[in-house]
C-alpha cells in the first residue's frame, strides 16, 4: 500500500518496495484468475454455439439465428465481467458485479481478518517462521 501511495502522490518509489510487488503479485494473480474464468467460458461456449447452430437449422420459427444472437449476448455480458484485459476503466465504478469487484470483497474481508489477528494474520506468521526457519538451515 505504500508503495501505491508515494507513485499516486508522485514520489518515485524504490523498485524493492513491498508495495509495488504486492502490486504486481495482485494483478499477476487476479490476471491468472481470469485467464481461467475466460477459458472455462470458451470450453463451455464452443460446444453450445454448435447446439444453438443445430436447432437455428431445425427451428420452425422466423429467426433461425436467434440461439446464436442469445448465445452472442451472453458471450459479450460475460466478456464485461471476465474483464480480462482491463477493458472497463473503472470496474469499481460499475455497479454490475465482476471478477474485479468480487477480488477487492476478497482482499478487503482477508485485509479486515489479518488487521484483527485472525487465520490470515495466524497464517502470515506462520509463513515467517517456516521461511526464517528455512534461511537458517539454508546458511548452515
Known amino acids: 500500500m505504500e508503495g501505491i501511495a508515494q507513485s499516486q502522490s508522485g514520489l518515485a518509489a524504490s523498485p524493492r518496495s513491498p508495495g509495488r510487488r504486492g502490486r504486481l503479485v495482485r494483478r499477476v494473480i487476479l490476471f491468472q484468475v ?25 427451428s420452425r420459427s422466423g429467426s433461425a439465428e436467434v440461439y446464436l444472437d442469445r448465445l452472442m449476448r451472453f458471450g459479450r455480458e460475460t466478456d464485461h465481467w471476465i474483464n480480462l484485459f482491463d477493458h472497463r476503466s473503472a470496474p469499481h465504478d460499475t455497479p454490475s458485479p465482476s471478477l474485479d469487484n468480487i477480488a477487492e470483497q476478497i482482499e478487503e474481508a482477508l485485509r479486515r481478518d489479518y488487521e484483527n489477528g485472525g487465520l490470515s494474520a495466524r497464517s502470515a506468521r506462520a509463513l515467517a517462521e517456516a521461511a526464517a526457519r528455512l534461511r537458517e538451515k539454508a546458511s548452515r
Not at 485467464?35 to 453450445?48: E, F, I, N, Y
Open 34 to 58: 481470469k485467464l481461467m474464468a475466460d477459458g472455462m467460458r470458451d470450453v463451455v461456449m464452443s460446444p453450445l454455439s454448435i447446439a444453438a447452430g443445430l436447432f437455428g437449422l431445425i
